[in-house]
């Protein structure tokens, strides 16, 4: 029986815990789906390197971009005009991303991100394409631009990753039958036999009494700087503790 197609379409730049379940997802699926990957400027080696170690087919639509971020997400002037400079780039872009459409057709297409989700739609690929949006995170109405609700709203399946932020699409009049919960994927064996390792290198400070760690990207979203002002009124209460805020491949104690 021959497998349905599955297209995975994404802006990467950054292997998080979010790209890392992508992978895992993908490698499940390719049990039963023909899956390709695309990339659309391959700027994360270790993303790359991850899919190919899963043996997934990958395709890296512009391995020469000159920028690959928009970025001055709180600052948007600046970002309007940043995303006005790079027009022409994401054009081109979309006509790469309709020649894998149409010589891969395939059934489903898959992304994370709601700025892919935007390409699809100016390429016409969601008139000819099931496009499904995986929705990683909070998507509270008022964290998210209507830019970014308007394709969302849109798409012909969105996949919640946990029963709150199904909850918080419903809030966006988002159309209850197109909503389905779908877990992170997280890799069990792999997770116990890494915390079966020796541990080579401790941070330092480990010999207080209350130790607390906070591994995540550095990204506002993540609340770094939430815990950081946290330890210090515990520090002004005299508690005795340490804090390692971990992101790889650094960590910082505090």
Known sequence: MKKQRLLFFD?????????????????????????????AYGVCSDYVQALRQARLNVKILQTDAVRCHIGHGNRPIRRALSLAGQIPQLLQLCRQLCTCLAQGQPDVVLTN????????????????????????????????PCVARWPIKRSHCVLA????TAEALAQWDVAPGRIHVVPTIIDEDGVYEDSQAPVDERPPGMDAEIKILLPAQLVRTKGQMTAIEAARLLREQGLDFVMAVMTSPLTVTV
């Open 161 to 164: 990753v946990s029963q709150a």
């Open 11 to 39: 802006f990467v730049t950054h292997f998080g815990g979010a790209q890392r379940s992508t992978v895992l997802l993908l490698q499940h699926l390719s049990r039963s789906w023909d899956v390709q990957v695309v990339d």
């Open 113 to 144: 991100s709601y700025k892919a989700l935007a390409l699809l739609f100016l390429g016409g690929g969601t008139q000819r394409h099931r496009i499904a949006y995986y929705a990683r995170g909070w998507y509270r109405k008022h964290e998210n």
